[in-house]
């Protein structure tokens, strides 16, 4: 990395052209930091459904040509004018929604949505100058959610980049970026659950069992996973799953067969479909006077919730989470100590490997269900 500080770079990055068409693995140059921002060598990345939706351009405002990517973890190349808290050489992980430490949310101890850096899908650009840093031969290719980890170098607001111990194995700690702690964090840092607690998942993806696992390490006695996917089962036993639910094979509504599973309830219930209605059920499916339920996924933006007041009456807690709870840059390094200490198990999230240049291969595993987090070598 020595010599390479205030130049462009040149590298490699797989770039969506188009919505669904095939990523192209090819060469673009890569701006040096402005002030406020840091550019990190990527040495993994992972395929987190996000990504793939927005490669679908489904349901959203479709921008290409942009660099995917946003679980990965790497090491600082340089660092742009005003940064004090990283350097080159420094491990991170690159982080989705940020943390400048200096708005309301952030000095905030129940908050982690910073004013300046929370999460934007729309935003293609660096909030420092509304300019891209990547481009191919003088033609601009657009970021995506600050992070764009599908390039072998890339450049991120210093506030979206948490220091962690160079120890750690960066091919196992990338997953902590989004998938994990969102799942994770969503179960123990909000729905917090009560040792020999019931504790109800719904939807069994990476970051459902991510959750599930929250529950195993909270130390729930009963961990029911609700998916309409019966093959997910069996996996999700790993994760500490007791009993499963498949809402198709019940003719009465899923919250009332939770109900009566549990004599009145679950105790805690964690969403992560982003299907409404499996927001309701999560609501109506936890006990009265305890119950509480969080939701994680994200809605289709004309989704409404509708369910009857007396639920709340009754002492049942709603509750909304984001990124688990975590604040990036004051939480993640902590999340990693977990995992060095043995207390966190990410290997068993991390189904597939490939290199870069079969980058396309992780998407077409993620599109017939095969994998829970596909790992990316930036060196491949």
């Known amino acids: 990395m020595e010599g390479t500080a205030g130049k462009v770079i040149k590298c490699r ?4 052209w188009e919505a669904g068409k095939p990523l192209v693995v090819q060469e673009v140059e890569v701006a040096p930091p402005q002030a406020m921002e840091v550019r990190l060598k990527i040495l993994y990345t992972s395929l987190c459904h996000t990504d793939v939706y927005f490669w679908e351009a489904k349901g959203q405002t479709p921008v290409f040509p942009r660099i995917l990517g946003h679980e990965a973890a790497g090491i600082v190349e340089s660092v742009g004018e005003g940064v004090t808290e990283l350097a080159p050489g420094d491990h991170v992980l690159p982080v989705f929604t940020g943390e400048c430490k200096e708005c309301a949310h952030c000095k905030s101890e129940e908050s982690n949505m910073c004013e300046l ?15 891209t840093r990547f481009s191919v031969n003088g033609q601009p290719i657009y970021h995506f959610l600050g992070t764009s980890t599908f390039s072998e170098y890339t450049v991120v607001h210093a506030g979206c980049v948490a220091k962690i111990n160079p120890q750690a194995p960066l091919d196992k700690v990338c997953v902590l970026s989004c998938g994990f702690c969102t ?21 069994l993806g990476a970051v459902g069992l991510a959750a599930a696992e929250g529950a195993r390490v909270a130390g ?5 996973g609700v998916d309409l996917n019966p ?3 069996e996996t999700a036993k790993k994760f500490g799953c007791t009993e499963f639910v498949n809402p198709r094979e019940h003719t009465k509504p899923v919250q009332e067969v939770l109900a009566e599973m549990t004599n009145g309830g679950v105790d805690r219930a964690v969403e992560c479909t982003g299907n409404i209605n499996a927001m309701i059920q999560a609501l109506e ?4 006077g305890w119950g509480v339920a969080v939701l994680v996924g994200v809605p289709h933006k004309d989704a409404e919730f509708k369910t009857h007041p007396i639920h709340f009456l009754n002492e049942k807690t709603l509750k909304g989470t984001f990124y688990g709870n975590y604040k990036p840059r004051t939480d993640l390094p902590a999340v990693v100590e ?8 990410l290997e068993k ?8 240049s079969e980058i396309n291969t992780a998407f077409e595993l993620m599109l017939k269900g095969q994998s829970i987090r596909c790992i990316i070598h930036m060196d491949g």
């Open 285 to 288: 499916c936890v006990h009265d």
């Open 117 to 131: 850096l929370r999460i934007n899908p729309d935003r293609k650009v660096m909030i420092g100058d509304g300019q």
């Open 338 to 345: 977990q995992y060095m200490a043995g207390e966190l198990e």
């Open 220 to 224: 729930a006695s009963r961990i029911i």
């Open 183 to 203: 799942g994770f964090g969503a179960t123990v840092n909000v729905a917090k659950p009560k040792k020999g607690s019931t504790v109800a998942i719904f939807g």
């Open 13 to 16: 990055a797989a770039v969506a």
């Open 231 to 233: 093959d997910r089962f």
């Open 349 to 356: 999230f991390i189904t597939h490997n490939v290199t870069f």
